[in-house]
Each structure stands twice: as C-alpha cells, then as structure tokens.
C-alpha cells in the first residue's frame, strides 16, 4: 500500500467517540422536544448545545446534489422521477434520493475548522447536535460514522428541516437562545436569529452582512477560498493542451494564412470551453469514485475546495458560450461540436462503464477533435491520418486504463464497481496497448505513401524517419506504465515529461524539413 493511500486512511478513520456521547446518542424529534425528552439547557455558555449545520458547513459539499448526480450515473432516466417528486415538494425530492448505493460519510470532505469547534465543546461536556435540510438517512449515516453528537434533526419524507423550520425545531427543543449554531448560507438565517451565538464559515458578503446586523455575538471561523488556480485545477486548464489536435488540419494542410489560423485557434477555444463543461458533469458524477481514487481525491469537487452549487451553475454558461462561438465559426463546426459534446456526455454517464467501448470512446474523442478543426476550415482530412489518429490513441486510451488496474492490483483494493474491467485484466489491457500502439505506426506509414502527402510535401521521404521515433515513444509509455512510473492520464505525462517534449520536437522539425 502506497503512502499517500496510508495518509487517505488514517484521514478517513471514524472519529474517537466521547463515552458520554455513547450513552446519549438519541434522534431528536419535535414529538420528544414537546414531551420534555430534551430539555432547555442553561444559558451558561459552557452548559448550551451547539448545534452544527451539515451541507456546506461540517461537510464541504451539498448532499442533495451529490445523491441526485449519483442517481442519474446509475439511471439517467431517473431525471424525469426526481422532477416529478419535486412537483410535490423538496423534501419529497430528497426522500427518493435518500438511499444511493455509493454513499460513503467516511470519505466526505469534513471541514477541519468546525470538527475543532465540534471536538472543543465535547472536551468541555457540551451537548452537540447535527442540524441539516438533508435527509434523516443520510445526516443519521454521518454522524453514527463521526460518532460526536447526541441526536439529530434533519428533513424526512413530508417536512424540510431548512430555514425557519430548522430554526423552530431546535427553539421547541432548546429554547430561544438556548444553544449556539453554526451555519454558512442564507438558510441559516433564521437559526443565527433565535440562537445564543452564531458560528459562520463560508458565508457569502451579502449574508454576512445580514447577520452582523441581526445577530450580537458572531463569530466567523477561518477557511480557505478559492483561487484562480483552484478554478483552473476544476476547469482542467491543463487539459486545453488535447485541443491542440485541432490545429492537425491546418499543419498537414500547409494553411499557414491569418484568417486560417484565427479561425482554428477560435475552434479550439470552443472545444476548451465545451470540455471543461463535461469535465465539471464528470466530475460531479463520479464523486464518491474519485474521493476514493488515489489521485483524483485531489480534485477541487471531491476535497470541497469549490461549492457543487457553483460548478453546477458554471456548467451551462461554459457549454452555452462554446456553442456561440461555434456557431460563429459555421454551422457545421457547431454540429461538429454538438457530437463531441454529445459522445462525451454519453462516456460520462454510460460509455465508462462499458469494457472496451470506454477506450474506443476516448480514443473517438480525441480524433473528433481533429475533424472539428477540418469543418472549421472547410478542408479535407487524409482518411489514413484520422485512421491513424484512432489507433494512436486507442492505445494511449488502454494505457490509461493499464495504469489504473496495475495500480488497484498492486494496492491490493478490489475490483472497481464503477469500471467494467476486473483487476486480473491489467496484463491483457497492456498487450491491446501496445497492439494499438504498434498498429498506429503501420496506419502512419500508410499516410506517408498516400497520394495526398506525396504531393504536399517536397522532401516526402523525410517523414518516414518519424516512424521509429513514434514507436520509441509508445515502447518507452509501455515500459514506464509497466513499471508503475506512469501519471494515470498519458496525455498529461507527455505534457510534463522532457522526452516527450524533446521527441515532439524532433518530430516537429522533420515534418518542416519535408515541406
């Protein structure tokens, strides 16, 4: 077991419980509020309950969002159930997805700011409480795991604990400022109004405004916040380099004119806006995935560094502003588009999970691209190089792939349930690697004796010379995936390692030479 995955689990470890939680760990109810079972406590500060929001505050996510991407990776159809128990009421919403199958409180980004306020009043004897507009399922499954807090209140199937409700509950319970809260949006509101002491983290400038003016006695605990990188890490900046691809047509078509090259570099900012949009889509459906995943527990949606809420409104202004620029450029690079956008969507949500056809669907995308910038430029693009394309980075596609079950098998982890590939198969996936790797290269020769290459270039015969610094290159990611010194996305170790670099520019130089 690597070292990073030792660190991942002493993280993720249940918290210690306090041996006065043990015995008083009880679901709080209004009917038990009404009939005594919890009493008003003191207004000694050291005496009152402090209660804890959930959503957005001990967990840096949105449980609702979570299990609804959650349920549409399992049943995309299941989109039109979710609108219809929202016609009859948001806690009906939440009620039908309260029991997602991969739901897993033990690798939720818990905020360590407010675990510190929640450990300090349990050291000091004070009551803690979890308060939370998610649902009773899953707001009792985080908190048997944290094992800090004597009960709960959370929405059920007819009533939304958020807001004044919220608010309501804990007063029948506790009193008017009987206990101290600690929220971080506008719905909690109402429950810094009646509380003792308002704890905030996270809170927008507007709310916080709100609250100064309301509440006596705030407190504003420290947090992280999002930076421009933290944005570009989410967006997968670093990835806009794929998009290159589009540029293909006009080296190989000699379209070295301004109008040509403005024109191509506004097709690949479509593909980069439209990518980054379905990367967010991907990212919100695969959380508990990469949460477990030994490197993509980093990204910013699984460590929590960014709102859900925002990537979700992020999502359709990037896929709107791509298909604008598209339709600038013409209507058939927007159709074009439209099926990159249509095939990666389909990977995200059925395609990944299908062995086999999930390589062939990167290894598609990759080579729509080159068609898109061909239809941005009204050119045509040699049969044999997009066949070459294809094999090219049907193999890359399987390394990728080798890498991740090579991993899972060396860790000892069991196998994937979201992949429809078995640990054992690492061996056979790397084979398919370098049979695609190697037929690419007898495609490419194939592109270099076709007419069209032949007639485009002067020195034709210095490109055969690119075949075997090709198949160099492909031998040495086979041999570097074998040993376990791979990054899990090929594409990006070409971006950062200098012989790939040094290769691509060799590469680069015979193919001017042959002009």
Not at 61 to 78: C, H, K
Not at 211 to 224: A, P
């Amino acid at each position: 077991m690597s070292e990073i995955q030792q660190e991942v689990i002493r993280a993720r470890a249940p918290l210690r419980r306090h041996p006065r939680i043990e015995a008083r760990r009880v679901h709080v109810r209004d009917d038990e509020a009404a009939n005594g079972r919890v009493q008003a406590v003191s207004a000694n500060p050291g005496e009152r309950p402090l209660v804890v929001d959930l959503d957005g505050t001990l967990v840096r996510s949105d449980l609702l969002i979570e299990t609804a991407f959650s349920e549409l990776s399992r049943r995309p159809q299941s989109l039109f159930d979710m609108f219809r128990a929202l016609s009859k009421s948001k806690a009906s919403l939440k009620h039908r997805l309260s029991e997602p199958a991969d739901f897993d409180p033990s690798i939720l980004p818990y905020d360590p700011e407010v675990l510190s306020v929640i450990r300090g009043a349990v050291a000091e004897g004070r009551p803690v409480y979890l308060a939370s507009a998610s649902h009773e399922r899953l707001v009792s499954a985080v908190a048997d795991h944290l094992g800090l807090f004597d009960g709960w209140f959370a929405t059920d199937e007819m009533t939304n604990c958020a807001g004044e409700i919220k608010a309501g509950r804990l007063v029948d319970a506790f009193g008017e400022r009987g206990f101290d809260y600690i929220g971080n949006d506008a719905a909690d509101l109402p429950v810094w109004k009646r509380a003792a002491k308002a704890y905030a983290i996270r809170t927008p400038s507007g709310v916080a405004r709100q609250l100064n003016q309301q509440c006596q006695d705030v407190e504003y605990l420290s947090h992280e916040k999002p930076t421009w990188g933290t944005w570009a890490r989410m967006l997968r900046v670093h990835q806009y380099a794929k998009n290159g691809l589009v540029f293909v047509p006009l080296l190989t078509g000699h379209l070295f004119d301004w109008p040509s090259v403005i024109q191509t570099l506004l097709a690949a900012i479509a593909f980069s806006l439209c990518a980054s949009s379905v990367y967010l889509l991907n990212d919100l459906v695969d959380l508990q995935d990469d949460r477990a995943h030994r490197t993509k527990c980093r990204r910013p949606l699984a460590r929590g560094d960014i709102p859900l809420s925002w990537a979700l409104m992020a999502m359709p202004v990037l896929f709107l502003l791509s298909l604008a620029l598209a339709a600038s450029i013409s209507l058939g690079f927007l159709a074009a588009l439209a099926g990159y956008f249509a095939l990666t969507t389909a990977y995200s949500f059925y395609l990944k999970r299908m062995m086999i056809l999930d390589v062939v669907a990167l290894a598609g995308l990759y080579t729509m691209r080159v068609v898109g910038g061909a239809v941005a430029l009204s050119v045509w693009v040699s049969p044999w190089l997009l066949a070459f394309m294809m094999s090219w980075f049907l193999s890359l596609a399987l390394v990728k792939r080798y890498v991740e079950l090579k991993g899972r098998r060396d860790a000892n982890l069991p196998d994937s349930k979201s992949r429809d590939y078995r640990n054992a198969d690492f061996a056979m996936v790397g084979a398919l690697a370098a049979a695609a790797g190697l037929n690419a290269l007898t495609l490419f020769g194939l592109y270099v004796a076709s007419e069209s290459v032949q007639e485009l270039y002067s020195r034709p015969g210095i490109l055969w010379l690119i075949g075997p610094i090709l198949a160099y290159w492909i031998a040495r990611v086979l041999m570097l995936a074998h040993r376990g010194q791979m990054h899990d996305d090929p594409v990006v170790f070409a971006l950062k390692d200098r012989t790939s670099l040094a290769t691509l520019g060799v590469v680069g130089a015979f193919v001017i030479g042959a002009m």
